[in-house]
């Protein structure tokens, strides 16, 4: 089968846009330094958990054997992945003292350089100049703001994970591959589920030279990583196990079944009956008193909880599988249409990360509609300009997602359209929120600009 060559002309974008590309690199950092300058490095409630992952690294006393087991229904070396808390021990050994800030700004830093990467991508793609500047800077107004000022995995997951689609979409050699699948075994790391995600990015993979090649190289390294995880929990407990995430993340998506009177526990084994009197009652909130009550009652380790749960999750999908996808899709919300362009909720998302309790009103829109009501001339503009900023962004995210499938468009916005869609298909039957979006964001920017025209004929300037 000939393989047809797929790569827009965009010119030879090597030496030009260099002044746009240092302009995005000045101006997508500022959003937020200034957030940084307002609320400092945000605590959020599991950072905890990762920083106490971090100190167990650096003193040298993560558990194993039985010790690690019977430490409690989660402990935390088993729960997370050990990438981010391993960054954390670094900065902390290196800056005692200012490891928070020092975190913070190569978060932000590395973020700085997916913005410039995002700009050079659109031009090679056939993005005008406008529209690629754009596609750099529309990120920097949005979610991945509260998330680079934040103690938390999303931020440099971001950036591997948009980095390897980057270097995919830019480059059609077997290189750009091989760069693509370390960054992703990096975020393998931080996100045990990357390696599923990664089949996403396969197609895109396949559209350059060499695509066998480019398509082992984007996918073995995160495997390995994942293999070398589950081996070093193995040498710990005795057993094949990347995370015990699971015993959360897929009691999650039966939440809202439960809400629905859906008998999803409706066993007559312990795990049900407590799921029942946990979960059943309290929701989300009970979670944790199931694990709480099956790990002292019947003796049930993280592996054995998280072995439980997603029994359960495949149980549900069996016996209502039209609850189950109803409650799948209405996960999916309209903000997350919302995310190329959301500077008001932003700022009211960074109030309510940073604060405890913070609730703004400067985005509730019924709020807002009763002070209009009483003449409030403030309410009227912010009612404005937060329906006009978000139909902005749902407008770029149709964009992104509408204009790559019309007639004459290139291939390889389309391939950034696939992993979009990839990434938000494993997570939403499971849990989706916004900050497992920020990927997304500069990959639909991408796809929306370099899709406004048609791509020009082939050329060869992209090999590597």
Known sequence: MTRPEIWPASGNVAMTGRGDTWLVVLLAPLSAILALAIFGPIWSPDTGGYVEYAQQILLGTIPSGEALLHGGPEPISLFRAPGYPALLAGLQWLFPDAWRSALVMLQIAATTVIAAATHRTALRLGAGRVAAIAAALLPATGFAVVM???????????????????????????????L?????????????????MAVAFLPLAWMGARPLARMLATMVPSLLVLAALMGWNHDRIGRWVVTTTAETQLVYPLVPLLRHGVPVYAGDDQFDRVARETVGRDG???????????????????????????????RAWRDFPLAMLRATVEDFRVTYLEMPFQPLDTAANLVVYAEPGGSPDFVKLDRLWQHSLRGNLGAMLLIVLIALSRAIGIGIALAGL????????????????????????????????PRYMVPVVPLLCIAAAASLRPAAVPHEALSV
């Not at 680079?148 to 591959?177: C, E, K, M, P, S």
């Not at 709480?292 to 029994?311: I, K, V, W, Y």
């Open 148 to 178: 680079q000022i934040a103690i938390l995995t999303d931020a440099l997951n971001a950036v591997l994970f948009t980095g390897a689609a980057l270097a995919l979409a830019a480059w059609r050699g077997a290189g750009a591959a091989v």
């Open 402 to 433: 509408v204009l790559p499938w019309l007639p004459g468009r290139g291939w390889p916005a389309r391939g950034l359209w696939m992993i979009c869609v990839g990434l938000v298909g494993v997570y939403l039957p499971v849990h989706l929120e």
């Open 180 to 196: 693509a699948g370390v960054l992703l075994a990096a975020a393998t790391t931080i996100r045990e589920a990357t390696p599923i």
């Open 284 to 314: 989300f909130a009970g979670i944790g008193a199931l694990h709480d009550r099956m790990f002292q009652e019947a003796g049930m380790t993280a592996p054995e909880l998280s072995a439980a749960a997603t029994a359960r999750y495949f």
